[in-house]
């Protein structure tokens, strides 16, 4: 199994920059593809971004240009940078690993708040 602590989150004004990090626990952290997802208030949880074993990269169209993920599995650890952040990337962000078809976990997640 795979437990996941994200930290990083916070207040930042618009055009600022955040750097969230998902420290996971266990030994499959390598073979798992990593994902953050995001959830504001009324809104659906949605992707923001995913990182596969092999280092693939995909990103919602809102964040594209801004946001970075990348993987370090020495350290079993994701990080999503944000850059130009926006009001609107308000939410809270979730950590996620899969591994196949069976099996997902998720992080408590971490706020991030953008002030206008």
């Known amino acids: 199994q795979v437990q996941l602590v994200e930290s990083g989150g916070g207040l930042v004004q618009a055009g600022g920059s955040l750097r969230l990090s998902c420290a996971a626990s266990?030994?499959?952290?390598?073979?798992?593809?990593m994902g953050w997802f995001r959830q504001a208030p009324g809104k659906q949880r949605e992707l923001v971004a995913g990182?596969?074993?092999?280092?693939?990269?995909n990103y919602a169209e809102s964040v594209k240009g801004r946001f970075t993920i990348s993987r370090d599995n020495a350290k079993n650890t994701v990080y999503l940078q944000m850059n130009s952040l926006k009001p609107e990337d308000t939410a809270v962000y979730y950590c996620?690993?899969?591994?196949?078809?069976?099996?997902?976990?998720w992080g408590q997640g971490t706020q991030v708040t953008v002030s206008s």
């Open positions: 266990g030994s499959i952290f390598s073979r798992c593809i």
């Open positions: 990182i596969s074993s092999s280092g693939s990269t």
């Open positions: 996620n690993a899969r591994l196949g078809s069976n099996y997902s976990s």
